[in-house]
């Protein structure tokens, strides 16, 4: 058996978003989460963005492996799927619950086992993997670190972390068995680093939950949360404020709902039946009885806080006294978003309360200091940053050489590098295509850059249609056709139909009856005018139909 693991990050690397990593060995490899990251503005049309899993095609995958249930490292799983033979997919009890939920929108529900990871058993051997689950405090219950053994060394692989002292669910960090996995040696520590640049550490979840305690009971007005859908945790503690503030609680949004059912089925939330109320009986309650947990805390198009903003929601209207609190921070690239809505909250009248003015949010990331202890705990020889923008992983790996791991044995690495563990010690020995694939609509993939290119064409400049008919008896009859550009300026309008005229008749002339190349004349010439005349290069499509 091969005594070298090659680590290859496919996502999650130089980036905040879509975290996948496969561990192989031995002609057999395993995938550690499979995420989605959000669209940016640019991403026109895009709904999410998937890592590409063409490296994994002529693969053989034992399973993968689940840190826990945020969609960054669930949501490409039944794309995958679709793609790759999985038999086994592991996780623990509400990871596989919520990812059980997803699988089943998609048809897949029976297309792979599902294993339960469980903390507190005995090691599960997967090939040439030995595979250990460490309980790590997050922003969602249920997460795991998992200790890779393989003949080549043993491989810590934190997932999203923090120490939290405090947590809701009482399911601390385990530094014991950190400690204890250090004592063993571990060669190779794959880290979270988003949050390596902030010093300090970052606070308990419990500190929301007195957020809650202390602006829910004070306000008239109805009182809508907004957070991620799989922040079981904040839910809790809202609806706990909530029932005992006496108002009634509604959930709107739909993977909202669908994880708040998974997770009171398996107890990871308490709600009394009597409650939870139904969004079309808002009518018959109080403002101030109301308190409405929904989606769209990133700013989400279609989701149901944005809808709302627009008074676009069927159920519910936001007016003066209402107060509106955001209970998460922006992923990087959806801030404009987010500000755009809390703006159109704000202008309904609704006071907004977010992560710049109250203490309703806490990261639910390791800061420096955390990842200074977890670093001591282990005594990793060897540091492979991920989990973040190249600045973040750059700053964990500062931290790891502070700690006195050598600079030659921390990695810093982009999504594709090849990352060989061996007795030798840890490098970049390759590269593979590890690029995205884009999910617009039923689409999977068939999205490209041209496209998206051509689609941030139209957005700046709009798009000029000229139809071009010819006539056996020669005349040229030009039809224009415009979105977005000069559609009112008859003037211009006038000279393009001319132009079109002259060129197609100068063609004809010489005999030049080809259509594609009377199409690409057309193009360079108009869009010559076009440029001279308002200094715009709108997509210009040529059509030219002989009749």
Not at 41 to 48: K, M, R, Y
């Amino acid at each position: 058996m091969s005594d070298v693991l090659r680590v290859i990050p496919l996502g999650g690397l130089g980036e905040v978003g879509k975290n996948m990593t496969v561990y192989e060995i031995g002609g057999e490899c395993i995938v550690v989460d499979a995420g989605m990251a959000f669209p940016r503005d640019e991403h026109l049309g895009v709904d999410v963005i998937l890592p590409d899993f063409g490296y994994l095609r002529d693969k053989r995958v034992r399973a993968v492996v689940l840190t826990h249930a945020h969609e960054d490292h669930v949501g490409a799983l039944p794309f995958l799927m679709r793609e790759i033979t999985v038999n086994e997919i592991w996780g623990t009890r509400l990871t596989l619950g919520l990812v059980k939920s997803k699988l089943d929108e998609h048809g897949l529900l029976r297309a792979a086992e599902l294993q339960e990871a469980d903390p507190d058993g005995a090691p599960v051997q997967l090939g040439p993997f030995r595979l250990e689950f460490i309980r790590m405090a997050h922003s969602i219950p249920d997460c795991v670190g998992i200790a890779i053994g393989t003949t080549a060394g043993l491989v810590f692989h934190t997932g999203d972390w923090k120490l939290d002292h405090t947590p809701v669910d009482g399911l601390r960090t385990d530094v014991g068995r950190l400690a204890e996995l250090g004592n063993r040696g571990v060669d190779l520590l794959c880290g979270d680093s988003t949050n390596a640049e902030r010093p300090g550490f970052t606070r308990s979840e419990r500190v929301v939950g007195e957020a809650f305690r202390q602006i829910i009971p004070t306000r008239s007005g109805r009182i809508l949360v907004s957070s991620f859908a799989s922040n079981i945790h904040r839910m809790q503690q809202a609806i706990e404020v909530g029932v005992d503030s006496g108002r009634k609680i509604v959930v709107i949004g739909r993977s909202m709902k669908r994880n708040m059912n998974v997770a009171r089925n398996l107890g990871y939330v308490e709600v009394p039946e009597d409650a939870l109320v139904k969004p079309a009986q808002l009518d018959e309650i109080p403002a101030h009885q109301q308190l409405i947990l929904c989606t769209g805390s990133q700013g989400e198009p279609l989701s149901a806080l944005t809808r709302i903003a627009y008074n676009d929601h069927p159920a519910i209207k936001v007016e003066r006294g209402d107060t509106v609190i955001m209970s998460s921070r922006p992923v990087p690239g959806n801030e404009l978003r987010v500000h755009d809505t809390i703006n159109r909250l704000t202008r309904n009248g609704a006071e907004v309360l977010h992560e710049e003015n109250a203490d309703v949010h806490v990261s639910g990331h390791a800061r420096a200091e955390e990842l200074r202890t977890l670093l001591s705990l282990i005594r990793p020889k060897a540091v492979l940053p991920i989990h973040g923008e190249y600045r973040m992983q750059s700053a964990h790996a500062r931290l790891a050489q502070d700690a006195g791991v050598p600079a030659n044995s921390i990695v810093i690495a982009e999504n594709g590098d090849v990352v060989e563990l061996s007795s030798t010690g840890v490098r970049i020995v390759d590269k593979i295509e590890a690029g995205v694939t884009y999910v617009d609509g039923l689409g999977v993939g068939d999205i490209t850059d041209v496209a998206l290119r051509d689609r941030r064409h139209m957005s700046e400049d709009g798009v000029l249609i000229v139809v071009t008919t010819l006539a056996d008896n020669g005349s040229v009859a030009p039809e224009l056709i415009s979105r977005g550009f000069a559609e009112n300026d008859d003037e211009l309008f006038s000279e393009m139909r001319d132009e079109v005229r002259d060129i197609v008749r100068e063609l004809l002339a010489d005999d030049m009856r080809e259509i594609k190349l009377m199409q690409e004349h057309i193009h360079d010439g108009l869009g010559q005018l076009i440029y001279d005349r308002t200094r715009r290069r709108p997509m210009i499509l040529p059509v030219v139909i002989e009749v």
